[in-house]
Nanobody
């Protein structure tokens, strides 16, 4: 069994910051790519940011310059620093882990609400 435990969501005012964490535990092949996705009400899930084992990152255009993804390979943990948050960033954020044999695992999601 593989478990992804997310934390760090919550309510924040526009312009504020949050830091999300996701720790993977259990038995699995080595992790290749870790990332964050989000799903806003009435919308499809979309990729926010990904990071591979060597630290190469990729971001959705809508979050470039505001969000930063990082990972700790020793802890099988991925982080997402969210700065300059906007109301349109409101969504459930999901952690994703893909192993070197292309198994995909998802967290249960953590809600981020940006509102004054």
């Amino acid at each position: 069994q593989v478990q992804l435990v997310e934390s760090g969501g919550g309510l924040v005012q526009p312009g504020g910051s949050l830091r999300l964490s996701c720790a993977a535990s259990g038995s699995f092949f080595s992790i290749s790519v870790m990332g964050w996705y989000r799903q806003a009400p009435g919308k499809e899930r979309e990729v926010v940011a990904t990071i591979n084992r060597r630290g190469t990152t990729d971001y959705a255009d809508s979050v470039k310059g505001r969000f930063t993804v990082s990972r700790d390979n020793a802890k099988n943990t991925v982080y997402l620093q969210l700065n300059s948050l906007k109301p349109e960033d409101t969504a459930v954020y999901y952690c994703n882990v893909r192993t070197i044999v292309s198994n995909d695992y998802w967290g249960k999601g953590t809600l981020v609400t940006v509102s004054s």
